[in-house]
């Protein structure tokens, strides 16, 4: 596939109008002003359109799209406790099937290539992702509240077997993570087997940190004074890439770690003003050259993937939250959309238009109202674009959306089943 | 026209399921469960659709279209004084046509149905409003930081004449509104005069009020220690229906006299987080019985008019303010982003789907994968809609956007026109 006359975010973050941009099987083949010489089959006219890195969603939980919109207005503990784990109880596989390719649909609808994924019932998730061409990186949840022998626990023994069977799957677009869920839902002896555990195997893992200020109060009183970041990074959780969803309520000390350990920050802005969980400090982050990427949580608790919006609270709350307009550069936001998000996930040859790269991009339509005129395109995307505006997307050089049509997924079943499933859950027949 | 087999927003901020409404000439004439005996013209199938009252605009500055991205990263003061007074320096009346047709087809596109406007060229403004078939409250900006006699005011002839011309107009689709700018911009005496007059031609009011913290405290210091609020209730700019756009900075006295007086707050949570101005405590104006409308500033601080992206902001801000998730109801910010919309701009019998009622509506796509599953509509309308899943939207009974296409607007024209005039104003030619 070759794209002629189109405008591209390069790999330094610059507009370049009237490019070629040709794909050979997974891979970015050929960025230049040029035509090539060589033919790259199928053209794509991209007059008015920019072709950009797709977002990679660096924190979620695929199978919640079951529980968008299933309860609104309520502090987090009651949310969790009320609605959200009785709710759980009752998931089956059919349900997590179908709730996971809804949120494949979602997300190449709105430019997500590859999502940092925490849930459980993996074989299903897996499967429900393969078959929508997108990448993941899955980990399988880990809890363990009642301290008992990590060695005898289910979850851990499914944990074991998803790395075995699933990590490099599909040529890498399945990769795992392991997941310790988060410091109050396991004990020590836990979190020091599983941080031990994937440094043998030379894993990544995937941790909620810091998200209210109640957890880090109360991981203080636990831990003689040690904040999570303190903690996990004392019984060697950070030894490994390491992807630290939320990062709120956090320190100097604590950034000094995550800079220290390499640790990818992943930023959900729209679920944490959601849940009323506070606001990242992210220009404190950049300024000490952490990576920082950007998540969408569950739609449960967001409750949608426009990664557009999402890119765009992230702007806006950095700024806020400093009371200074001139933080969070368009540049910087876009980096941390797509190249700092392939980098949390180990993805190194991705993130980029760039010659040799994976081809996991997207297609912006430029030629609507909500994008003109342009001074800027790159002041366009972060504050202007909808998610809508996105009409194509690419994972390894496969087409899986492309202008209201989802060419992997089979939307209207996916839609119905969905449905289906969130009902028998609920117990209405 | 009749809609049929499709869900509503009834007058109650509840779903009903199955409805039929009918529209007769620029009014709802018929909503309910049962198939009417008259015929309504054009049949529209609402097969997994929504209709709704469309947006009320509450604050906006439709010709600076031309200035979407075009700076970012700057201070209010460096982002007026360097970039946007020099831009507006070199205004003309054909870019501002070109411009607020431009605003007019991206609202159309996303469910706005009438906009409260403050600005200048207004004849030109009128007739790309007029010729986009969309509602408006105009008012010509005021401003006098000389303290010059208002009598001789070339600015106050043109607000006069607005007001006589345009007031009305088009069986009421333009109301004028008379509009000081803020208490920063004009000097005591001139606000005397404009609320004298204001009163005695049975105008509405448009101000902004409390927007960053240094107007708030300037004015103290200019005023005797009086707030914004406090200095214009007692020059009696408040006693006729007023919009009062932001109120960021305000304290428990003035919530009481935005109370008594019954000004309409419009709220504009992205350009307020985007300029770094503050957030709105809009859960404290609720509590006080407050009428709090939803803005989007003009797209140069927003820099869009998503109003789903709006109203989402809008209720995730006054849940953060208080660290309660538990505040701001999905029907109160619906309710905020219609019907108390509507209230703020006097149109009594606009913003509900009610018979009687002017035919402002918009058709609402829910068979989308971010729609999907419905727990419940209302929650997935404020939370999980993008601004392009409105499909339909509707000023006095007339059909302007629909499906992709804009009925009134020649949007490529449009879109060709305001970039030139932009490139002119530049100097690149």
Redesign the interface.
Known sequence: MLFKNISILDENFEIKEDMYVGIKGNKINYVSSEAPILSFGDLYDGKNKLLMPGFYNAHGHSPM????????????QN?LTKKIFPFEEKLYRKAVYWATQ?TM??SM??GIVSTTDMYYFIDDMVRAIVKSGEKCNISRALVNPSGANPDGLECVKEMKETALTYHGFKNDKILVDNSIHAEYTSDERTVRYIAEYTKEMGLGMHVHVSETELETEECKQRHGGKTPIEYFAEVGLFDTRTTAAHCIWINDNDRDILKEKNVNVASNP?S?????S??CNVPKLYEKGINVAIGTDS?AS?????FF?EI??FA??G??K?????????KQVLHSATRSGALSQGREDCGLIKEGFKADMIVVDL????M?????TI??L????????VCLTMVDGRVLYKDGEYLTID?ES??YE??YA?NKILGMF
């Open positions: 799209s079951l529980m968008r919109g299933y309860s609104e207005n309520l502090s987090l949310w809804l649909a979602e609808r709105y729209i944490n003003l959601k849940l009323a506070g606001i739609v967001n409750n949608n993937l426009d919006e765009k609270t806006l709350l700024k806020i400093n009371n200074d307009p001139s933080l969070m550069t368009p030629n609507v109202p909500n003109q005129p342009i001074h800027n002041n366009n972060v504050y202007s674009a909808s998610g809508k505006d939307v996916v839609m969905t449905n969130k």
